[in-house]
């Protein structure tokens, strides 16, 4: 009895992996089609965007760069800018009240008003209702990150001198001066600047950016209403970044 249940048990297991046998073919061949190029791609695009994070010489050489480019940008007006509000890639809308450390935050159906100093404070509403418990908070902690990830597309040049940065002047093969900022979290960006300071393009070593090194755009500048430069469109690899309705007040 032993036996014949093992050999039926074979023979149902045979009739199974026969019975399935092409499906499993097709969907991995499937799997193969779209993951190989896409692993060929990014081993190419890493290959030819990769650096390794430059050094530079801190002091008082590369705090005059960051000073010329602050100057570029107006920094006295942005200083004097309370309050921006814009558009984000046509899908998220900021008012943010600068001055009062507080924004407002659009998407889909929702609005959240950020508390930037004092989170707790931060509310979220849907259609007008507001919304509390653990869906408030995951709506709040959403806003939070895209507000730190779409304001530096914004306003990064500006954070040059924050609190906790290094900044260090890197000389570039070509001979041109660049500006090594580094944060406290160990994220760094080098700016590369044109002849008059303004930034042209960035290159990121941070948490987000899975090919280190890799260089965006900074040349779409815009003079806005209270007379800083701000961005207007930035391209990373084939991507671009459209920032539209600004105001600032």
């Not at 779209?34 to 008082?60: C, Q, V």
């Not at 404070?121 to 806003?143: C, M, P, R, W």
Request: net charge neutral.
């Amino acid at each position: 009895m032993l036996f014949n249940n093992f050999g039926a048990g074979k023979t149902d297991f045979t009739y199974v992996l026969m019975t399935y046998k092409k499906p499993l073919k097709i969907i991995l061949g499937i799997v193969i089609f779209i993951t190989l190029p896409s692993l060929l791609l990014f081993g190419y695009l890493y290959y030819t965007n990769h650096e390794e994070r430059p050094t530079g010489i801190e002091g008082a050489a590369a705090d005059q760069l960051a000073t010329k480019m602050l100057m570029a940008l107006n920094y006295e007006a942005f200083v004097g800018t309370d309050y921006i509000e814009w558009t984000f890639k046509n899908k998220r809308r900021y008012k943010w009240h600068k001055s009062e450390k507080k924004c407002e935050v659009h998407w889909k159906e929702y609005k959240i008003h950020l508390d930037l100093e004092t989170p707790e404070n931060s509310k979220a509403y849907v259609h007008g209702f507001t919304i509390q418990g653990d869906l408030g908070k995951e709506l709040i902690a959403e806003a939070q990150s895209y507000f730190k990830k779409d304001a530096f597309w914004l306003v990064a040049p500006f954070q040059v001198f924050k609190k906790g940065t290094k900044r260090a002047m890197v000389t570039k093969a070509n001979g041109q001066n660049a500006l090594l900022v580094t944060h406290n979290d160990d994220s760094a960006y080098l700016w590369n600047l044109d002849q008059t300071g303004l930034p042209n393009s960035i290159n990121m070593w941070d948490a987000q950016t899975p090919i280190k090194g890799l260089e965006a755009s900074w040349a779409d500048w815009q003079v806005v209403d209270t007379g800083v430069k701000l961005p207007k469109f930035h391209k990373v690899l084939f991507f671009g970044m459209e920032i539209t309705d600004v105001k600032t007040e």
